[in-house]
């Protein structure tokens, strides 16, 4: 069978290969690139039915690869969950409206059932606070209500979710974790704080059957398809939900492309030996880096930083949470690293970063690996002598410069004040210490934009439209590459993604100008078209 070649051509091609190069064509053939070059000599090569597309004038790059996210954790905000967000992602303002939301959905929802409320953010709405079990109590007794917070670090629940999910009174706080108690009573609030402390409940997949989350699945491949993203990450997957990848036959594409990054210390349970998931190997999902986590994010103040937060509102704990003991961290970074695995890990302040960091080079003491490419996820706070021992330890780092415009402002004001809010993501500097590095926007934290995230970057515009820290800009090709070739590189499918190269697969977002002119003006670029294993999955409407 002969494979359909396409030409593309008229218009300019970034690469994004070593080079930079911009060749003036490319031939694809099936799924994977089979020349780039001169228009003229692959004119010359391609077989007379080649279907020639006219760039015109347009700019093709490699597709979009979101380096950290949770998908299909949008399709299932959009498709099933209350959306709570405020601006500038939402327009929920108050407490009265988050009220009202969920009471609309309560109403419309058979008595016993869940309503869970999503993307809740205490610093953004106006009463500067979740809510409490008692508010939730008064929508319904009926209903288990469960709110969760925009981070995914914390949540309420109402007393009938509490009672569902057996947790009384007399339940004891959790490592890195906590169940907030009335001082005067010592009856809970119903409060729970921690990846460790809501369990199931800060679980994405949190009641999604096998039918909502294929559902989900496809409303977020075409939301991440429009905006030229044709690999994307699960960085949290669980047992059940890899049980509903798992579901997908070997030879079905389900039209994306996943790295799935299993909970790091449940492995190699879920994945190897008698109790594994029973993985039928489809190659559009690849399992990936094992996760962990060191701490928590900085809109609860959980994050866990090494000098006090600007205004802390926890007097206990005025640098922030920390989820793990030390001895308990380097255990399981030792763990995984002995048995071959690469491992991302949630660090989003600086003593956490320190944590990660310390337990990679005792674990590299006793069992050197070359190109572990260890990664830290987030490292909104690195100092330069963290981003120096890390590229002598071989660490990378994913940043999430959609904090700047989201919650820069309060980064500024409340969280960290300035000098430390001006380098938030430090891309800058990482490049400087030559760490490589990826973008990305934790998704459902803030939505999968990569042309918004590269303006983040370049531009580091808060919502109010203060610059958060100019020494810390970074060029359009810098952002670009990490979301592309770097974020492929990060997950070693560097040699079948990220780049216009020969062998590569045919992935490309065609841009409606060239990205690199007026990097200021970077939001009025748009994606035209994007191209997966080859095929139009998406074309603008015009």
Not at 17 to 41: F, Q, Y
Request: hydrophobic residues 35%; aromatic residues 8%; charged residues 25%.
């Amino acid at each position: 069978m002969i494979e359909k070649q396409k030409l593309y051509f008229n218009g300019l091609i970034l690469s994004m290969d070593e080079n930079d190069s911009c060749p003036e064509a490319v031939l694809t053939e099936g799924e994977n690139i089979k020349a780039v070059g001169l228009e003229a000599e692959l004119r010359a090569v391609m077989n007379n039915s080649a279907e020639e597309v006219n760039l015109n004038g347009q700019t093709l790059i490699p597709a979009f690869i979101d380096p950290h996210g949770h998908f299909p954790d949008p399709g299932f905000i959009k498709l099933f969950r209350v959306d709570l967000a405020s601006p500038p992602r939402g327009s929920c303002i108050d407490m009265a409206t988050a009220m009202e939301r969920l009471r609309l959905k309560a109403a419309d929802t058979p008595k016993g059932e869940w309503v869970m409320g999503v993307s809740f953010d205490n610093s953004s709405i106006q009463e500067g606070r979740m809510p409490t079990r008692a508010e939730l109590d008064a929508i319904s007794t009926d209903h288990p209500i469960w709110v969760i917070h925009a981070s995914g670090h914390n949540g309420v629940a109402n007393s009938k979710a509490l009672e569902e999910r057996g947790i009384t009174d007399d339940i004891e706080d959790p490592v890195g974790g906590r169940f907030d108690r009335d001082p005067q009573t010592g009856k809970l609030t119903g409060l729970i704080e921690g990846i460790s402390a809501m369990g199931p409940l800060g679980s994405t997949n949190f009641l999604i059957d096998r039918d909502r989350f294929w559902q989900g699945f496809n409303a977020t491949r075409d939301e991440y398809l429009e905006h030229g993203v044709t690999l994307a990450q699960n960085a949290w997957t669980s047992r059940k939900m890899l049980e509903h990848f798992a579901s997908l036959p070997a030879d079905q594409d389900p039209g994306y492309d996943l790295v799935l990054l299993p909970v790091g210390e449940r492995e190699p349970a879920m994945t190897e030996g008698p109790d594994a998931v029973d993985w039928p190997g489809n190659p559009h999902f690849t399992l990936g880096p094992r996760k962990l986590f060191t701490d928590g994010a900085f809109q609860l103040q959980t994050a866990f930083l090494t000098k006090p937060y600007l205004k802390p509102v926890k007097e206990d704990q005025p640098c922030g949470q920390v989820y793990v003991t030390e001895e308990g961290h380097n255990y399981q970074v030792k763990r995984l690293h002995d048995l071959g695995y690469q491992i991302h890990c949630h660090c989003n302040g600086d003593a956490g970063a320190d944590m990660f960091i310390s337990a990679v080079a005792e674990a590299m003491k006793e069992n050197p690996r070359k190109d572990h490419r260890h990664t830290i996820i987030h490292g909104q706070t690195l100092r330069d002598d963290q981003l120096e021992r890390m590229a002598e330890l071989g660490i990378t780092v994913s940043f999430f410069p959609a904090h700047i415009y989201y919650w820069g402002d309060r980064h500024y004001d409340t969280f960290l004040g300035p000098e430390r809010a001006e380098r938030i993501s430090p891309a800058a500097s990482a490049e400087k210490f030559g760490v490589r590095y990826t973008i990305h926007n934790d998704a459902a934290v803030t939505p999968t934009r990569p042309i918004h995230l590269a303006h983040c970057s370049v531009n580091r515009k808060t919502y109010a439209g203060r610059c958060l820290g100019d020494a810390q800009k970074v060029s359009v090709m810098s952002a670009l590459k990490a979301q592309t070739i770097d974020a492929a590189w990060q997950v070693f499918q560097e040699d079948k993604r990220g780049s216009v190269e020969v062998g590569k697969l045919a992935d490309f977002a065609i841009l409606s100008r060239d990205p690199r002119l007026h990097p200021e003006k970077l939001l009025d670029v748009s994606v035209t078209q994007t191209i997966r294993r080859g095929e139009a999955v998406f074309t603008m409407e015009t």
